[in-house]
């Protein structure tokens, strides 16, 4: 495992690319709406990059053709943008999305409502982003991965739900998938320990159901196989001795349950 350090010199142009990719971010989740392509939300958050002078992070990233994954209700991860998925009163939409400024990447990712959704997409969406911030609250010098995964698996596996095993969170800097992996699941005190100065994408991917995946014929998409709703939020966060900083931060409140 080759897991960097960022001095505060690189924190602070990493501070920066999130900053960016928040305000990108938010735009393009406030652009969510009936009626509305998946495509159309991807050229938002491309001509956003441009504006503001940063490269989608994604894009061509192990060939993925577009600026944002856009997943619909069952699909998990991965969705490429299609001007063909127009989406519908009652989708829930998961966007992740990147940015690479000065060579450094900002990564994040949230799932919204499209117009009125069901009581159990709510819980699905709510449950998701609380055991992402039950996984921050672990994300400390001094603990391990396993901690931050141990805290989101036992927070959702409560309600039934199931992390998804193929795809977990992860170190990043000057590339977008650094050491180490950040598992949504995992022991006390197991994984690679956490040190001040340690950069981290923590992104829990929840299915309401099984934690079965198959993958679309694109080899990209990826959906559950029980057909049931999947959700995804995704923080980047620098570790410090005490409670972590959160450097893509979203312009919502943090819903309680
Ligand atoms: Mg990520």
């Known amino acids: 495992m080759n897991i960097s350090l960022k001095n505060p010199a690189e924190v602070e142009i990493i501070r920066q690319a999130c900053r960016i990719q928040s ?35 994604f894009k061509n990233y192990h060939g993925f053709p577009a600026s944002i994954c856009a997943s619909v209700n069952d699909e998990v991860v991965h969705g490429i943008p299609s001007k063909n998925k127009i989406l519908e009163n009652g989708d829930i939409i998961a966007i992740d999305f990147g940015v690479v400024l000065d060579g450094w990447n900002a990564d994040a990712c ?20 609380e055991s992402l911030y039950r996984g921050i609250e672990k994300a400390v010098a ?16 409560q309600f039934s739900y199931s992390p998804v095993r193929e795809t977990v969170g992860h170190g990043i800097g000057r590339k977008l998938h650094e050491d180490p992996e950040v598992p949504n699941w995992g022991k006390v005190g197991s994984g690679a320990k956490l040190k001040k100065g340690m950069v981290i994408c923590i992104e829990p991917i929840i ?11 694109d080899g990209w998409t990826t959906r559950t196989r029980d057909g049931k709703l999947s959700a995804h939020f995704e923080h980047q966060i620098l570790i410090r001795e005490g409670e972590a900083e959160i450097l893509t931060p979203w312009d919502e409140p943090v819903g309680n349950l």
């Open 142 to 157: 001094g603990n391990s991965t396993g901690d931050i995964g141990h805290a989101i698996e036992s927070f959702v596996k």
């Open 110 to 129: 949230r799932t919204v409502a499209v117009g009125k959704i069901s009581e159990e997409a709510k819980k699905l969406m709510e449950r998701t982003k």
């Open 23 to 57: 305000e990108i971010l938010n735009e393009v989740c406030a652009a969510v709406a009936i009626g509305i392509s998946t495509s159309e939300l991807d050229e938002l958050a491309e001509k956003l990059c441009r504006e503001k002078n940063v490269k989608p992070g």
């Open 207 to 217: 299915n309401a159901g099984s934690a079965k995946i198959l993958t679309e014929k």
